[in-house]
């Protein structure tokens, strides 16, 4: 190899490493756009934790989001399991309405960006898995600044990309048993 083809594959190679979305378009754009997410603190589980599944661990550290990944008209998300009426593992009354909701509901909670300070609250959102879609009424924050409290039921805070989900939306998408806990999905506003 000669001498100049070396240099113009030494100089290809810095510009990919330098400017990786020359080459990747809008995927890369993306991934750009889903590190732009990182998190903006932590949160310390007090020494003597509340005892359940869910809890928080007792002297654990959490990350915390102010922000979520950006929506497109498919953003990706985690869906997990949430139990929105009294006693439920919810915590305290939801967000939006200050009331709590039955499980036969199709409702969610939104982590802290997606929520956008209430701005989602009683508004749909359609939710993608398994072939299937389903519409969602936004009722709650996924707070994903706090928790590890009484008012957060003791649970870490949420993740940033988090859909908290009851169990209607669940048996709409069709995700039953061993699949439900965290399941991959898109959503979008309805």
């Not at 928080?56 to 990944?69: A, D, R, V």
């Amino acid at each position: 190899m000669s001498t100049t083809s070396i240099l113009v594959l030494a100089l290809a190679c810095l510009l990919l490493v330098a400017f990786p979305s020359l080459c990747g378009g809008r995927a890369a754009h993306h991934d750009h756009q889903e590190e732009k997410c990182q998190p903006s603190g932590t949160l310390e589980s007090p020494a003597r934790g509340h005892t359940c599944d869910e809890c928080c661990k007792p002297g654990h550290i959490y990350p915390t989001y102010q922000c979520s990944p950006p929506l497109s008209r498919h953003t990706k998300a985690i869906m997990t399991l949430n139990d929105f009426s009294e006693g439920g593992d919810g915590g305290d009354p939801s967000e939006c309405d200050g009331k709590f909701h039955k499980n036969s509901e199709r409702v969610v909670a939104l982590s802290t960006g997606w929520y956008a300070k209430g701005k989602r609250c009683g508004k749909n959102i359609r939710i993608h898995a398994k072939g299937r879609s389903v519409l969602a009424k936004v009722v709650d924050e996924c707070d994903t600044l706090h928790g590890c409290d009484k008012p957060h039921a003791f649970q870490p805070p949420c993740p940033h990309n988090d859909v908290d989900a009851s169990q209607a939306v669940w048996d709409a998408l069709g995700i039953f048993g061993d699949e439900v806990g965290d399941f991959p999905i898109t959503w979008s506003d309805a």
